[in-house]
């Protein structure tokens, strides 16, 4: 039976993890520790549940208003990167210009920890924010404009946690650091839970397709962080997080 202590021990780390992800303010810790951080992971799916929440709220409100998609497809996104602090897309472009712009481990490493932006990461990010507007654009209706959402950015966390299943963590700090650097099977398999309540409700994608899409592209992803920098960053992660997330929109559209 859980305890109401394990209960609370539990909201607090789906605290850290929304402090983690998102912007939004949340109380400190009392009883903070190294252990409940590191617990932190297996709540991202939930927390992209929160995030496709409000990108949803405002598409639908501003759609309602001005009845044009492609304005509402884009104060959604800006709300989607307000709301986190575009911190996954921080790391995609991170990523481009670390992998794109040296051939050496360490020098990926070196260039991903810069703050600064270089011409491979500003491309790439015109790239992947105008394939979302596109393909959220292109969708046939509200509704499955809607589900497509929820599953991309539910989905598309769950997939970049694995990582932390099979993959070491090879830079000890920086300011991309994951709160874990490694995460049980049991944990993660548990972490993908807020997906059951996506196909009660929401749109369904042609899934079987996309799912083995998505396999294939963890499976190769992994394979290429291993022999480029001997495993993941917290950049690396948020790369994949967006690639994912473009395919599931895509997936809408098959």
Known sequence: MITRQQLQREWQVFLLAVGFLTRIPVPADPDFSEEKLNGASRYFPLVGLIVAGVSALVFVAVAALFTNTLI??????????????AFHEDGFADSCDGFGGAWR???VL??????????????????VLGLKAAAL???????????????????????STSYLVDLQYVRGEGKSKPLATAMKMKDWLLSGLPLIALFLWAELPPFIPLLATLLVFRFFYAAYLRRRIGGYTGDALGAGQQIAEIMVYLAFLL
């Open 72 to 85: 509402a497809v884009l104060l959604s996104m800006v709300a989607s990167i307000l709301l986190t602090g």
């Open 105 to 107: 481990s360490e020098d």
């Open 110 to 127: 070196r260039i991903m920890k810069d703050s600064r932006i270089g011409t491979y990461g500003a491309v790439a990010l015109v790239l």
């Open 137 to 159: 654009t292109a969708m046939p209706s509200t509704s499955e404009l809607v589900g497509a959402l929820f599953w991309a950015h539910v989905l598309s966390r769950w997939l």
